[in-house]
């Protein structure tokens, strides 16, 4: 039988059986966890050898990634039509589960989006690991509420915990992952959401550690913080962001509605054309898809693009983002936001050089890092979320301050264009799915 929390003893039986429930399942979870991450890896390094042998063949040798990118994706929607919660990032899901708006998470969401996700992310679709590894984690989570018989509102804790516990794995980054949840999930701060978030993501990022190793996402050197002078241009740079996030939002649901809209042509065959169209770009342009890691590390680098170089890939992947999550395979959005941010600080700091007298040159990391945070911002709106993330991705605090300073410009900015928040709108799109054992489901009150 459920707990019952009519009582001291009750209640704090039950946040007992929930931490525990959430420290185990985030133990299971981190090898679920880390084992997607080393697939992930894995499937880039097959990828760009296939490329490589690919374009060094006689004939139309392109026709290989093309054929592979489109193979790919048709069978991640294919495993989307087998289980449909497995579409899409997955966080919106776990948003609406957590409102009492849908069904929790079924244990093959699991297998479904590990595949899914290895098949569409490994493929070259500009997607995030963090979508899929966020909803594992949920289903992971869901799982151990049911085995423990817990009460919904307990079940949900687990299920959210989890979910936090799977973006701290996805990025390494567990206060993050904390933040997440409580910050975009359940925007509140109680102890019995807050416990076993941090116990689950813990336990999580302690087991993917010692599987995957202990080191940041990203290797950056010392960076400079940037004197308070250059505060303003922060500012005015996170204003500029604000329109950005904003339109790209705009993008990502415009495309996805017109794709989802388009008659008589089934999903896997809208997924296989957008793969094809991924796998054109790996023999072009390889760096204008791909989740974007390995363009963001190049920017912190230090990497120098020509400007209009940079210019086009910021043009380009502003729409291979959202051209890729309207094939309704598994992938997130959080990675392309940003390496997205990233590469628009460094054309920022380029259009900027091109008219201040003096050198600025010391600005392109500081820039590209408080991009990714002031991007996240703008599109996610969940700024406490987006800085943790890039101060753990990068190892770096040393731009904090401009970070804080541009991310709330952006925040605002997108705020005052009407812009809302990317997950709520994603959420709202969502079928219908009142779960029938949920009564009054929302906890954020």
Known sequence: MPVRHGSDGGRLRATALVCLAATVAGSVFGVVGAAFRWCLQAA???????????????????????????????????????EPQAVGSGIPHVEAVFLGEARPPRISVLPARFVGGVLAIGAGLVLGREGPTVHMGAAV???????????????RSVEVALAGAGLAVAFNAP???????????????????????????????VVSRLLLGNHPDFEVGRVAAPELAWLPLFVVFGVLTGVLGAGYNVVVLWLGDHVAALPKIPA???????????GAALCVAPLTVGDGDALTQMILDGHQFVLWTAVGLLAARFFSGPLSYSAAVPGGLFAPLLALGALWGFVFTGGFAAVWPDDTTF??????????????????RAPLTGIAIVIEMTATTSVAIPAVAATVSALLTARALGSVPIYDSLRKRMPAEQDPNQRGGNDRE
Do not use: N, Q, Y
């Not at 896997?268 to 991924?278: E, F, Q, R, S």
């Open 44 to 82: 880039e390094g097959v990828r760009a050898d296939l490329v490589e042998w690919a374009l060094r063949l006689p004939g139309p040798g392109w026709l290989i990634p093309i054929a592979a990118a489109a193979i790919c994706a048709t069978i991640a929607a294919l495993l989307v039509r087998w």
């Open 141 to 155: 989570g869901a799982e151990a509420a049911r085995r423990a018989r817990m009460h919904d509102r307990d079940a």
């Open 175 to 205: 206060i993050a992952g904390v933040l997440f949840t409580l910050e975009e999930v359940t925007k509140s701060l109680r102890l019995r959401i807050v416990l076993p978030t941090v116990l689950a993501a813990t336990a999580a990022i």
């Open 268 to 278: 896997p065959l809208k997924a296989t054309a957008i793969g094809a169209v991924i």
């Open 363 to 380: 600005l392109a990391i500081p820039m590209a890092i408080v991009g990714m945070t002031a991007f996240f911002g703008a599109s996610v």
